[in-house]
Each structure stands twice: as structure tokens, then as C-alpha cells.
């Protein structure tokens, strides 16, 4: 037996002696999150793991840094960039948040990250070029492994642009292919700002079509947007990675190589929580971070007895406690029959103890107003009907609904009340949302059918406005669920 094992020994070492790696780190949708949470994530956290590795690594994001606190909302992105830039990222792409502060904020934020922008289906409308300095791909050396780095931007920005405009990805995937082949390199990454799992924005993925039509001329999918966390998942040979959100986590992806001939051997992820008592923190990253911190933020504007969560204690309850406080202000504000909130734009729980207008603007960092619309039954169950599956988009007040769903994934046995009675199809209603999703915005898109007539603005005041004055006026309690119930 022992010579067996010898045996085998000897005819693997040589394998092993030929074999070069080298590692790629990952992030995705960190969206301004700098600092630690309850001692877990950050960038200084985040730095001190990459200086504990490899010394040749790549490091990698797919995108949505620009906004989702108040650091980069202030500074419309660019302090994100600049933390980015400190960190040292090799690349990113565009996410749809990039978008956050309309257009004229995109090219600035771009121009000051030192790090690769890649976007291979990003152009100016107008040239039909890649705007400076974006570019299809880059072609990296590390640890002596010819890696190719392919970026493919999110195609839903959240301000409407005229002045860019985006292709299919798999066609921009396919030409850049094209031109990434006469550099041969020896890897073939591609970071996107789309989920292979996708089911928080209710759209079918384009992703995992990357390693059914390009298996054996890509190796690696980097993905995001939709938050999960991806793991040594296959699609044939090629292998995808998600990291989650909010700097919570990297991925570490070690790339295997023949040495003598720099063929491809195989890849593997593993994913580092950034938990700040086992990682600790590079002092530099956390000074910068720290002389970011926008002032007056951190004041306490409320305390609350319970953790006000953004999932439902009851599986078939697909409404959340936090998300329906959140309606029954905006429908106390708004005077409406029924108000709607969309789950997507509540970010993170609002969590027992105090409460600072930092957790707000983490929470909800949008500048959403109110808009009040004027619909009949018949728009509203086609609306609530579209959103229920593959997961439910939105909370209500002042509206319920039961359904099923049948073999197919599709809703059936659909009821809707509105304030405890049947909805009728003529009647009219009137019903009062974010103004982004009354624009159209997103999965708000049935309310481009609505003609501007009959949409009005209903004064100044921010969602986070709303949540303020609720936690002003003391007594906050998760409100119940039960108002959107698979049966």
C-alpha cells in the first residue's frame, strides 16, 4: 500500500511542480458602504485581507459602487471612487446605480477612478464610441498568467440617459471576444452588472448564456445587481461568482495554469466574510474612510423597541414588517386608497436600539418624493398580478391580496381587496407610490401607460422624510404581515 501511494505521489508532483496560480478577488454592489457593520465589512477590512494574500493579485468589482449612503450620495459617487482607487481595484463596470445622479454625474465619477472602467456594450449615443475613458477589455499580468478582463454594463440605468446608450451584452461579448483572442491570453474573465440568479428584479438573466455559448473561451463570470452569493457554481466548464453586497464579503478565485504551456487548468472560489475581529483593518483605508464620514449624519433622530425586518416571520406572508410601516406612512401622508412601496427600494431592516439618520439613508438612499396617481380596479390587478412572481415586488396599505401559483410559475386564484372591500374594474382609485416607480421606473414600468395627467406631485417630502417623522412621533411597532399571502 505504501508503494502505492509513493507511486501516486511521484506521478502527481510533476503536475503539481507545472501547475501556476494565480488569484482574483471580488466585490460587488458595495454602494457606499465604507465602514464596518456590527464588526463585520468595509474597505479597511476589505485591504487588510488582499495584504494578507498573494502579492500579484487582481481585484475586481461588477459594479453599483456610485451610491446608497450618504457619503456618496453627497459627493454623487466620487467618494466611493476615490476609496476604490486607495484600495487598489484593477476594474469594474457600470452598474445601474452609477446612473443615481442623472447622466451629467456619470462621466466625472468615471474619469477619476484610476482603476479600469470595462463596459464592452456602453457607448455615446452620439459617436457610437466608448466614452473616455471606458473600454471593452484590458489585458492584465499577474503572477506571470495572461488574464483578459471583459466588462458588460447593466442596461437599466435609474435616471433615464440620451446621451449613452447600450447594446445587447452578448453581442458586445461576442466582439470583444473576438478582439481579446489575437492577444492570447491565458484566462478570460468577464465582470457584469447581472445576477446568474436574478429574482429580486423580476427579468431573465442573460448571464448564464455566457457558459452555455462561450464555454472554452471563458473561464470566469464576476456577477452582481440582484445581491446573492455565488460559489464554485458551473455551467459547463465555465465557473460563476457572485459576492453579495455591501462590502460584507470578497470572493477569493485561485486560477490554475499549466506552466509550461499556459493552458487553463481550473478555477475555485472561496468567499472571505470581511468580519473585522479575524481580518482586521489596514489604518490607512480606515483613516481615509474616516475623513469621509459626512458630518451630522450620526445623530439619533429616534429609538425603537423591535428590529423592524425586512423578511416575513410567515413563509406564505410575502410582505415584510419593515416594508409595511413604510406604506402605512406613505398612505397617512398621501390621504390615497391604497399606497405602494416597492420592496427593492428599502435596502437594509431598521434595527432595534437607536436610530441615526445615517440608518435611514442606509435603509432608503433615494431622493423619492410622493406622486399620486389616478387608476381604475382594472390597471391596479394587472399591476399587483405582475408582481407577484417569481417573488412578490411590493408592499401595500390600504390593499390586500390572496393568490396561487400554479405548475407553470404563474399566478392564479388571484383576489385583491381595497380597504377590506372586493376591487372593481371601473371604479376608480386613487393610489400614491414613490415618484420613481410612478415615472416608471424599473418594475414601476405599467405606470408609463398613465398619462401625466393624471399623476401629481404631492409636496416636498422624501421617502426618508416619512420615516423620519414616523420615528419622531415615538411608539414604532413592526407592523403586521399578511397583506400579500400565497395560499
Same mark, same amino acid.
Given at each position: ?35 464596518? *457593520? ?31 449612503? $450618504? ?19 484593477d476594474a469594474s463596470t457600470i452598474g445601474n446605480h452609477e446612473f443615481d445622479f442623472k447622466e451629467a454625474a456619470v462621466a466625472p465619477m468615471l474619469q477619476k477612478a484610476k482603476f479600469a472602467i470595462l463596459a464592452a456594450n456602453f ?62 491570453? +491565458?484566462?478570460?474573465?468577464? $465582470?457584469?452588472?447581472?445576477?446568474? +440568479? ?5 427579468? *431573465? ?55 509550461? !504551456? ?5 478555477? *475555485? ?14 489604518? +490607512? ?141 371601473? *371604479? ?28 401629481? +406631485?404631492?409636496?416636498?417630502? !422624501? ?25
Open positions: 500500500m505504501k508503494k502505492i501511494s509513493v507511486l501516486v505521489a511521484l506521478l502527481v508532483l510533476p503536475i503539481l511542480l507545472a501547475a501556476k496560480t494565480v488569484t482574483i478577488y471580488h466585490t460587488s454592489d458595495t454602494h457606499g458602504f465604507f465602514y464596518p *457593520q456590527e464588526g463585520q465589512g468595509g474597505f479597511a477590512a476589505l485591504s487588510a485581507v488582499l495584504k494578507q494574500g498573494p502579492k500579484d493579485y487582481l481585484l475586481l468589482d461588477s459594479g453599483d459602487f456610485a451610491n446608497g449612503t $450618504i457619503e456618496t450620495k453627497r459627493s454623487k459617487g466620487l467618494k466611493a471612487v476615490e476609496l476604490m482607487n486607495a484600495v487598489g481595484y457607448f455615446e449615443t452620439d459617436t457610437l464610441k466608448h466614452p473616455v475613458p471606458v473600454k471593452p477589455y484590458k489585458i492584465f499580468t499577474r503572477n506571470g498568467v495572461k488574464i483578459a478582463v471583459i466588462g458588460l454594463a447593466n442596461r437599466t440605468p435609474t435616471s433615464p440617459t440620451t446621451h449613452y446608450t447600450f447594446t445587447k451584452p452578448l453581442d458586445a461579448l461576442d466582439q470583444a471576444l473576438t478582439e481579446v483572442e489575437k492577444e492570447n491570453p +491565458q484566462v478570460v474573465a468577464v $465582470i457584469v452588472h447581472d445576477s446568474l +440568479q436574478d429574482d429580486k428584479h423580476g427579468t *431573465q438573466p442573460y448571464v448564464g448564456e455566457i457558459g452555455k455559448k462561450y464555454s472554452g473561451r471563458v473561464q470566469l463570470v464576476f456577477g452582481g445587481h440582484a445581491h446573492k452569493i455565488v460559489q464554485n457554481e458551473k455551467i459547463n466548464d465555465v465557473l460563476f461568482v457572485e459576492s453579495g453586497c455591501h462590502v460584507q464579503n470578497v470572493s477569493k478565485v485561485t486560477v490554475t495554469t499549466d506552466d509550461k !504551456t499556459g493552458r487553463f487548468l481550473k478555477a *475555485q472560489s472561496e468567499l472571505i466574510p470581511l468580519t473585522v475581529s479575524k481580518t482586521g483593518e489596514d489604518k +490607512q483605508i480606515a483613516q481615509l474612510a474616516e475623513s469621509l464620514r459626512e458630518p451630522g449624519v450620526d445623530e439619533v433622530v429616534g429609538t425603537i423597541e423591535e428590529t423592524l425586518a425586512k423578511t416575513s416571520p410567515v413563509a406564505s406572508h410575502k410582505d415584510t414588517p419593515l416594508d409595511n410601516w413604510i406604506a402605512d406612512l406613505g398612505k397617512a401622508y398621501s390621504g390615497a386608497d391604497v399606497f405602494i412601496h416597492n420592496l427593492g427600494g428599502t435596502r437594509v431592516e431598521m434595527k432595534a436600539g437607536p436610530v441615526t439618520r445615517r440608518d435611514l439613508i442606509d435603509i432608503h438612499p433615494f431622493e423619492n418624493t410622493i406622486s399620486q396617481v389616478e387608476v381604475n380596479g382594472r390597471f391596479l390587478k394587472r399591476f399587483v398580478k405582475t408582481s407577484l412572481v417569481p417573488r412578490n415586488l411590493y408592499a401595500y396599505s390600504g390593499l390586500a391580496v390572496t393568490y396561487k401559483v400554479n405548475k407553470k410559475g404563474k399566478v392564479k386564484d388571484l383576489h385583491i381587496w381595497i380597504n377590506q372591500k372586493p376591487i372593481k374594474n371601473r *371604479q376608480k382609485y386613487i393610489i400614491a407610490t414613490n415618484t420613481y416607480i410612478a415615472e416608471g421606473g424599473s418594475e414601476g414600468y405599467l405606470f408609463k401607460q398613465i398619462p401625466s395627467s393624471r399623476k401629481k +406631485q404631492l409636496g416636498t417630502k !422624501t421617502i426618508r422624510d416619512l420615516l423620519e417623522d414616523g420615528l419622531r412621533q415615538g411608539d414604532v411597532v413592526p407592523a403586521p404581515t399578511g397583506r400579500v399571502v400565497q395560499l
